[in-house]
């Protein structure tokens, strides 16, 4: 039994799969926090983009562009297009393009009240054999 | 940090787990500990209009189980169902263990887009590998052959793997993912599928990555030799309630595992109650390994309908990931010392 412990542990430490490499795509050393505005979000894959708006301390406003997971598993959790309406705000930790982009990951999305996006009370509580549903 | 809940869908995947596998017949060895079948487990629907055995409807093969068996259980090729439910628990609901600005966090939280196995159906098995065959539960030893044509294109795209989008994997590139095979690998998340049945094919539709194999079984042959496919060239039959698929005629590029364009792999296909499909295939290639080798996969039922995953269309990760590359060659040329 111990044995068989040990390779839990094992199997346990192998992260998840993902379509692409982020670490090529986002920059450790630059994490971001965001805080901004919804404009558009894209149902895309393999790849959801969210797009916000954020303001800048000197008053000025930065469009980006936040990448997340497939939206296929969203759709399958109840989520549509409507989820997301343009006009939400939303905080989105995560790290910023290589290139210097206003591009992020999303690593986490919340909303001011801490609550986390995608995984609120409603929708997040569908299991996959839920029948999606328009909210 | 991630954290995976151990929701309602969790609890019934281990139930799942636990009594399903052991019902199915799936383990001889261990079936004699099992308790006797749940009353969810219900006989299979047995034909189509037209008299073929009943395939069709929507299935996961999303798995717990690794390809090949841990070298630590190397004696072991089932749990019981004891410990597969606890095998499962421990994989569905470990935090992934990613530390923030290191590597591995830069990356999405999987839970919050429902793309953690924690969050879906788990297809039930108590094996310890997906293989079967050989014994061991491993793959076989590749050739010489095979481990000098792997190392002669590793070391080709070595140091250009961000040269431009050809140097990146399939995956990437939208071409093709493991799922589809054939053979038809479970992956990560959105591991779902359909088959639709007419008389004289089976068409096998993957989420991932959105192809559609159209499967004849009218006895037509194999394409001739000198024409090659990403998925090969499959044709099928049936054997009493089994169909059976053969496909060949691959791409050299395709590299299953490391294998060559004289790939084979025959998949077997049975209805084994209404809510699973096993799946089962065996690979040869000798030009890649010494020996053949077969797994087997349970499909588990899920209720449609498949998303469309339309993988080029947002697929700006291509173009990011090169321009991250660009910048990184720009900061080292500014760096002192730099040519």
Not at chain 1, 99 to 110: E, P, S, V
Not at chain 2, 26 to 53: E, I, R, V, W
Not at chain 2, 56 to 67: K, R, S
Not at chain 2, 321 to 327: M, V
Request: aromatic residues 8%.
């Amino acid at each position: 039994m111990r044995k068989f412990l040990g390779v839990c542990l094992l199997a346990a430490a192998i992260p998840a799969w993902a379509h692409h490499s982020f670490a090529a795509e986002f920059d450790v050393t630059k994490p971001v926090k965001l805080e901004g505005t919804v404009t558009r979000m894209e149902w895309i894959n393999p790849h959801s983009w969210i797009h916000m708006d954020v303001k800048n301390p000197d008053g000025t406003v930065t469009s980006w562009m936040i990448e997340g997971g497939s939206p296929n598993a969203l759709l399958r959790r109840g989520f549509t297009k409507h989820s997301l309406e343009p006009g939400t705000q939303i905080v989105v930790e995560g790290y910023q393009a290589k290139d210097g982009a206003a591009r992020a990951n999303g690593r986490d999305l919340t909303f001011p009240d801490g609550k986390r996006l995608f995984l609120g009370a409603d929708a997040g509580e569908k299991t996959p054999d839920d029948k999606p549903s328009e909210k | 940090m991630a954290h995976r809940r151990i929701t309602l869908t969790v609890l019934t995947c281990l139930f799942a787990v636990a009594s399903l596998a052991a019902a199915q017949g799936l383990a001889p060895a261990a079936k004699a500990a099992a308790k006797p079948a749940p009353a969810t487990a219900t006989a299979a629907p047995s034909l189509t209009a037209d008299g073929q055995p009943d395939l069709q409807g929507y299935w996961t093969n999303t798995t717990v189980i690794p390809l090949e068996r841990p070298k630590e259980l190397a004696d072991k090729a089932f749990f019981t169902p004891e410990e597969a439910a606890d095998y499962a628990k421990r994989q569905l609901a470990t935090p992934e263990a990613t530390g923030p600005g290191t590597y591995a966090d830069v990356h999405y939280n999987m839970a919050q887009f429902g793309l953690e196995k924690s969050q879906t159906k788990v297809a039930a098995n108590i094996r310890t590998s997906l293989i079967v065959d050989p014994s061991d539960g491993r793959i076989p030893s590749m050739t010489p052959e095979a481990r000098q044509r792997n190392a002669e294109r590793a070391a080709k795209n070595k140091g250009h793997e961000f040269d431009a989008a050809e140097n990146r994997s399939l995956g990437e590139r939208c071409i093709l993912w493991p799922n589809e095979g054939p053979p038809m690998m479970p992956v990560g998340y959105n591991s779902n599928l359909q088959i639709v049945q007419g008389p004289g094919y089976v068409a096998i539709l993957q989420e991932m990555i959105h192809d559609v194999r159209v499967i004849p079984t009218n006895g037509s042959p194999h394409l001739p030799s000198n024409m090659r496919q990403w998925m090969g060239d499959s044709r099928g039959h049936w054997e009493g309630d089994t169909l059976v698929v053969d496909t060949t005629n691959f791409t050299g590029q395709t590299a299953f595992r490391g294998s060559s364009e004289n790939l084979h792999v025959v998949e077997r296909f049975r209805r084994v109650d209404a809510d699973t499909v096993l799946y089962q295939f065996t690979v040869d290639d000798p030009s890649t390994w010494t020996h053949s080798w077969s797994a087997e996969i349970p499909m588990t039922k899920i209720q449609g309908p498949i998303f469309e995953y339309a993988c080029h269309e947002g697929n700006y990760g291509m173009a990011n990931n090169l321009s991250g590359a660009r910048a990184e060659e720009k900061k080292a040329e500014k760096q002192p010392g730099a040519k």
